[in-house]
């Protein structure tokens, strides 16, 4: 059994003497160590912590180095966020372009399969319900890959009975975006010769106004949303807020107890086998039923009902399959260390450690995503991630049914997987839908669903 404790060993000569494995059991040692004092307000105690780790930790050295300096950061951001004046101050010049913004989703979309995977079941599940329609609706929750609805268009104009006539409706927060979309698919329905409407709506997701989507009588519609529901679980936490207002403040603990032997074959083993022996949640920090509360504002259950209202004939839903939802601090920290072990994993296994392409999507992408999970609070936590199983019962609670994805799209899905690189990336069915993994880590799940009359 090897003890790596901050008071018995200096980070200087663990950082000299530690192989990869050492050095990264030592690092989520300190992290789970600084957020439980970050989450107790105990910020000299955290400050030692932070000059420990940033010793060890490094955004382009081995995964666990990486993932350490994205955490790192975002814990230190939530402390920041305790001086309002302060931490805007030190963001005041800061700036995402748009070109960096569709540079990065396209670099998640080349370097994973994830995005390809949700298009070709998705499309599928749209091909089988809309099989005979003449006038297809698709509404896209948010658009930013085009070729998805490019690669369904060619499905679409090889129809024996010729193309549907076919109207998009793309919601998206950047016009700029909706834009560029609109460019390149109109110019493909062009050359296809398919009859064509782009309804763009700049719009966040939990303000949509529904009327904006014009869905017309005899149109058969169908709804993708991509990574996107989510986000509305904010207005969820706001309703939960004001009915409970300590749920949110409740103390976080955690019981540091030991430290396992290093001979996980993947980082995401390492940190799953840490979390399993080293963390004892407290009362207050186990997961609870899910609760639906009623608001003025267009909270989940509301969003889910209007969509319902709208008669789609599918919807299909892809969203992060993990638990990034929970009420305290300590509760996301741990099950985020899982999730982006897995990812940084995936990174590791695929691409080189000097990319710059990795770096932009663990900084751009993942790194913003653990300083929203960790950092954030109330109505600005937009990554709710949830697991399968509660969107079933989101989905089921206002009145949809799940509709089993086919065999063919998942016969379609797995030749793709099967032509990647890398063999780490597996499929599994759950309840008829899918769950994308890495290893034995399941990353992403896809469902279909339809309103139950």
Not at 64 to 75: C, K, P, S
Not at 131 to 149: C, R, V, Y
Not at 390 to 413: C, D, H, I, M, T
Request: net charge negative; proline share 4%.
């Amino acid at each position: 059994m090897m003890s790596f404790s901050p008071s018995l060993e200096s980070p200087q000569s663990l950082l000299r003497d530690a192989k990869s494995e050492e050095r990264g059991l030592c690092l989520i040692h300190l992290l789970l160590t600084c957020g439980k004092h970050v989450a107790n307000g105990n910020l000299e105690n955290a400050n030692t912590i932070f000059e420990q780790i940033s010793l060890l930790a490094s955004p382009d050295g081995d995964t666990m180095q990486r993932i350490a300096a994205y955490f790192t950061e975002a814990l230190a951001d939530r402390i920041l966020k305790s001086w309002p004046g302060i931490h805007k101050a030190l963001n005041s010049t800061r700036m995402t372009m748009i070109s960096e913004e569709i540079l990065v989703q396209k670099l998640f979309h080349e370097l994973f399969p994830f995005l390809k995977l949700a298009f070709v079941l998705t499309n599928q599940a749209i091909v089988e319900a809309m099989e005979g329609e003449k006038m297809i609706h698709i509404i896209d929750l948010n658009t930013a890959e085009p070729s998805q609805w490019i690669a369904l268009f060619q499905v679409l104009s090889a129809r024996p009975e010729g193309p549907p006539h076919l109207r998009i409706t793309s919601v998206h927060q950047k016009k700029e975006i909706l834009d560029q979309i609109a460019h390149k698919l109109i110019e493909e329905a062009e050359k296809l010769d398919i009859p064509f409407q782009f309804n763009p709506i700049v719009s966040k997701l939990e303000n949509l106004d529904f009327d904006k989507l014009r869905v017309k009588t005899g149109e058969a519609l169908a709804i993708s949303s991509i990574l996107q529901l989510h986000s509305c679980l904010a207005l969820d936490n706001e309703a939960m807020q004001r009915k409970s207002p300590l749920l949110l403040n409740s103390a976080n603990r955690i019981h540091l107890q030991r430290v396992l032997p290093m001979n996980q074959s993947t980082l995401g083993d390492l940190v799953e086998k840490d979390m399993v022996n080293s963390y004892t949640p407290s009362p207050d920090s186990t997961s609870s039923p899910l609760s639906l509360t009623t608001s003025n504002s267009m909270n989940m259950e509301k969003f889910l009902n209007a969509l319902r209202g709208l008669s789609p004939k599918v919807i299909v839903v892809m969203e992060q399959d993990s638990n990034h939802n929970g009420s305290t601090l300590m509760e996301r920290l741990l099950e985020s260390l899982y999730t982006y072990a897995a990812l940084f994993d995936c990174l590791e296994s695929t691409v080189s450690r000097a990319s710059l392409e990795r770096l932009r999507v663990e900084k751009m992408l993942f790194g913003e995503e653990i300083k929203n999970i960790i950092a954030c609070e109330g109505s600005e936590r937009k990554e709710r991630h949830e697991k399968l199983d509660k969107w079933f019962q989101r989905f089921e609670l206002v009145g949809f049914g799940n509709v089993p994805l086919s065999y063919f799209g998942k016969l379609q899905a797995s030749r793709f997987l099967q032509r990647c690189d890398c063999e780490g990336y597996r499929m599994r069915e759950q309840n008829g839908c899918v769950l994308i993994c890495w290893q034995d880590r399941s990353l992403f799940s896809i469902s279909a669903w339809r309103s139950m009359k």
